[in-house]
């Protein structure tokens, strides 16, 4: 079975400071990787996903992640964060089969936004 | 297309009580899924439709629980016997399995059991 691990509870960064949030997993094969999004009260907003391919991934709101098979590791970042992006942040992996797949979540990363 | 609906938004329910919610997924959208999220955690799945067959339910779905997605649109998910450990947000989600793309997630509904 398929974990998510994301170590930091809370990360506090300035505005306009960069940020990189860590998510590594455990599974057996070449899993589909996410990185959600969750505002207070809302639900979760997709940022990216990794299913193959290039392993430097592109998403929303200026975030990027990096895929490393030999580390596990799937971390988001930005280059420079603003004060909107306070919110949890949710990595998840999933088993890929034939496209077919039932991410498991991370318990999230709080980010703080001091201005 | 709105997105994913969820309905209510919140719901405070005494103990003991049933309760019912309704997900509307995105229209093309096949499968769709339930979570649940409690505080500080994050979401574990519960269970999942592809159209109207539920094809896997998790062990945290206990006999009080049962969801149903009857014409493979929307889908509604019931909890007999409210107990305060069921207390959380409740999640949907939607996927169209033909697209090779990511959940789409409604804003939940936040069980209180008082």
């Known amino acids: 079975a398929q974990s998510v691990t994301q170590p930091d509870i809370h990360i506090t960064v300035s505005e306009g400071a960069s940020l990189e949030l860590r998510c590594n997993y455990s599974?057996?094969?070449?899993?589909?990787l996410f990185w959600y999004v969750q505002s207070p009260g809302q639900g979760l907003q997709l940022l990216l996903k990794?299913?193959?391919?290039?392993?430097l991934v592109q998403g929303i709101k200026g975030f990027e992640a990096e895929f490393k098979r030999s580390q596990s590791s799937f971390n988001l970042r930005k280059p420079s964060v603003h004060w909107s992006d306070a919110a949890e942040y949710f990595c998840?992996?999933?088993?890929?089969?034939?496209?077919?797949?039932?991410?498991?979540f991370g318990r999230g990363t709080s980010l703080i936004v001091h201005p | 297309d709105t997105g994913v609906s969820q309905d209510p938004r919140h719901k405070i329910t005494k103990r003991g009580q049933n309760v019912t919610f309704r997900c509307d997924p995105i229209?093309?959208?096949?499968?769709l899924y339930w979570y649940r999220q409690t505080l500080g955690q994050g979401p574990e799945f519960l269970t999942y439709?592809?159209?109207?067959?539920?094809?896997?339910k998790s062990r945290l779905l206990s006999d009080r629980f049962s969801a149903e997605r009857p014409k493979g649109s929307f889908s509604t998910l019931e909890i007999q016997r409210t107990e305060q450990g069921d207390s959380a947000m409740y999640l949907c989600?939607?996927?169209?399995?033909?697209?090779?793309?990511?959940?789409?997630f409604g804003s939940g509904t936040r069980l209180t059991v008082v």
């Open positions: 439709f592809q159209n109207e067959a539920q094809l896997e």
């Open positions: 989600a939607s996927r169209n399995d033909r697209v090779n793309d990511g959940y789409t």
């Open positions: 998840a992996v999933g088993a890929a089969s034939g496209g077919s797949y039932i991410p498991t």
């Open positions: 990794y299913f193959s391919g290039d392993t």
């Open positions: 599974y057996g094969a070449t899993p589909y």
């Open positions: 229209s093309e959208h096949n499968r």
